[in-house]
Structures are given as C-alpha cells and as structure tokens.
C-alpha cells in the first residue's frame, strides 16, 4: 500500500477533478503492475493497472489508495468492473470515504457482490492527506469524476 501511496502522491494537482489514486497488483510479494491517475484524471490508476498485469492479474490482489469507482460519468466500464472482469480475488483499499456518486461504497459493494475479498482502512492515516481537497470540494458540490 505504501507503493500506491507514493504513486498518488506523484500525480497530486495533475489529475484535474478526479482524484489522485494510486494503484498496484501483487501476488506473493511480487509486484505485476502498478499505476497511478493519469494526467487529466483518466485512464484511473486500476484501469492502467490492469492493463499491465494483463492476465497475471488473475488471483492477484489489488492495492488501491482510495475506493475503485462503481460508476463511471464516461459510461466506460467502472474499475470495480474491471476489477471482476480481470478476476482479481482480493482489494485492499486505503481510503473507503469517496463521496462522489460515482464511489460511495458502490465500488465495494460491486466487488463483495462478485466474491472479491475487499479490506478497507490499510494505512488510511497516511493516504487520508491526499484526498481531503477533492473530499472538500465534493462535500461543497464540486465537480467529481
């Protein structure tokens, strides 16, 4: 998780409204691939992530520093979809407290749902700084991804 912090932390004020989120896909100990927010907000970190792994991630588990959206304003499939999709069998999310209704739990509820194990508050103390602009801005109406 330490990973993907640093890799969110690298792309923080680059992301335009979306926030910074980092994400990395292990088995083992081994890292498969790892990604953060691309410029402009999109691809998502587990979109490029995932891209990556290609079919190692398959069994893996994802590390993600803030909950993979459930839904996306682009229509484009959302990165707990993806998430399924590429069968990755564990998430372990640092921050679970996105407020856009893209996430609001939609995310994990989407991965539970498919039989994904998901772990929620691995070092959220240390993530938490990353997200308290964006969170700031969507509990005052601002824009969200």
Do not use: F, K, W
């Amino acid at each position: 998780m330490r990973r993907a912090i640093a890799l969110a932390r690298s792309r923080l004020g680059e992301t335009g409204d979306n926030p910074a989120v980092g994400c990395v896909i292990a088995r083992d100990g081994v890292v498969l691939a790892e990604a953060a927010t691309a410029q402009g907000g999109r691809p998502h970190a587990e979109e490029q992530a995932l891209v990556l792994a290609g079919e190692t991630a398959l069994g893996a588990t994802a590390y993600v520093t803030l909950e993979p959206c459930g839904a996306r304003s682009s229509g484009a499939p959302s990165c707990a979809e993806r998430l399924i999709a590429a069968g990755v069998a564990r998430v372990v999310v640092a921050c679970a407290e996105d407020i856009s209704p893209h996430a609001s739990g939609r995310g994990i509820e989407r991965l539970i749902a498919a039989g994904v194990a998901v772990e929620t508050g691995v070092l959220a103390a240390e993530a938490a700084p990353l997200y308290a602009e964006y969170l700031r801005r969507l509990a005052e109406g601002g824009p969200t991804r």
